[in-house]
């Protein structure tokens, strides 16, 4: 069994940035894929980044360039730098693990779920 605690959500003005952690335990973390998802109010969850056991990352065209993620074996924590904040990224932004090695931007791929952790942007 995984468990993933997401943090570092909040309010910020658009235009502004965050660090979001992800904390994982309970299987070795080093060998997972991780992702990030995020689901807004009334729509449907989607794949905002994810990064692979060798640090191959994938994003979603809406966040390229904008987000970055990034991953400490050491810590069991992946990250994901959010910049340049725009009203429409307001969302719960979950945290994801894989039990294979590949990133992907699949959320039915992906074994284990965290609680999420919201952001909001405001214009």
């Known amino acids: 069994q995984v468990q993933l605690v997401e943090s570092g959500g909040g309010l910020v003005q658009a235009g502004g940035s965050l660090r979001l952690s992800c904390a994982a335990s309970g299987r070795t973390f080093s060998s997972s894929a991780m992702g990030w998802f995020r689901q807004a109010p009334g729509k449907e969850r989607e794949f905002v980044a994810a990064?692979?056991?060798?640090?191959?990352?994938l994003y979603a065209d809406s966040v390229k360039g904008r987000f970055t993620i990034s991953r400490d074996n050491a810590k069991n924590t992946v990250y994901l730098q959010v910049n340049s904040l725009k009203p429409e990224d307001t969302a719960v932004y979950y945290c994801a693990a894989r039990r294979g090695y590949g990133s992907s931007g699949v959320a039915t791929m992906y074994d284990y779920w965290g609680q999420g952790t919201q952001v909001t942007v405001s214009s």
């Open positions: 990064i692979s056991w060798i640090d191959t990352t």
